[in-house]
């Protein structure tokens, strides 16, 4: 059974506006989030993270928010542009077991120019 | 730095061969884990290693084996191929503790069993 759940399959957005992709998880155990970026025939790439004691976390135009208490967390890219379509990866781990990343299923971004 | 490299890119076998897709990081990382990514399902964690001569399973580890004589190389082994092991198959490397969490990927094997 799936822990970190992207229920979000694909996401098509305009250049220049917000994009938010969302991702659920089930374990509470769970104290460290991060998502990857994929291109294809490329390994995934470390894109943000964020620790269960922050709810926000700021990158350039990437920004993660995490709401504990409904076990939700999401990504959004302002503005978006033509080379962040790619895949997106969710991940998630937990204390002390921070070499074992549970993944959702990814969702495909496609930047319209 | 070369980072995490994998070899072979692209692979085929028959039902029943038995393989080697080799993993090496220049890092110097501690950790380093085995993944592999089907449709619709994510990366899922097959074996990792916290260190030389530590080795351990992870949510799908049936019909791999793995070891981890020096801190570079991470060899993954398929004993005996099987059409449910065709995937993209991706290593990866971390350095312990941190907090950061962040694994360096390979480029990733293909793999086809037929």
């Known amino acids: 059974d799936q822990q970190v759940k992207q229920n979000s399959p694909s996401l098509s957005v305009q250049e220049g506006r917000i994009s938010i992709l969302n991702c659920d998880y089930t374990?509470?155990?769970?104290?460290?989030f991060l998502w990857y970026k994929k291109y294809p025939a490329e390994g995934p790439t470390f894109l943000i993270s964020?620790?269960?004691?922050?709810d926000k976390n700021e990158d350039g135009r990437f920004t993660v928010f995490l709401n504990k208490s409904a076990k939700h967390l999401s990504l959004h890219i302002v503005p978006s542009q033509p080379g962040d379509s790619a895949v997106y990866f969710c991940a998630a781990s937990g204390l002390g077991n921070d070499y074992k990343l549970s993944f959702g299923a990814g969702t495909t971004v496609t930047v319209r120019a | 730095n070369a980072g995490v490299t994998q070899t072979p890119k692209f692979q085929v076998l028959k039902t029943g061969q038995s393989m080697t897709l080799q993993c090496a990081q220049d890092?110097?990382?501690?950790?380093m884990s085995w993944y592999r990514q089907d449709p619709g399902m994510g990366l899922r964690l097959i074996h990792y290693s916290v260190g030389a001569g530590i080795t351990d399973q992870g949510e799908v580890p049936n019909g791999y084996n793995v070891s981890r004589s020096t801190t570079e190389d991470f060899p993954l082994r398929l004993l005996s191929a099987a059409p449910s092991q065709t995937s993209v198959y991706f290593c990866?490397?971390?350095?312990?503790?941190?907090?950061?969490?962040?694994?360096?990927f390979g480029p990733g094997t293909r793999l086809t069993v037929l």
């Open positions: 990866a490397s971390s350095r312990r503790g941190g907090g950061a969490n962040e694994q360096f």
């Open positions: 890092m110097n990382h501690e950790y």
């Open positions: 374990n509470s155990m769970f104290d460290y």
């Open positions: 964020i620790s269960s004691i922050k």
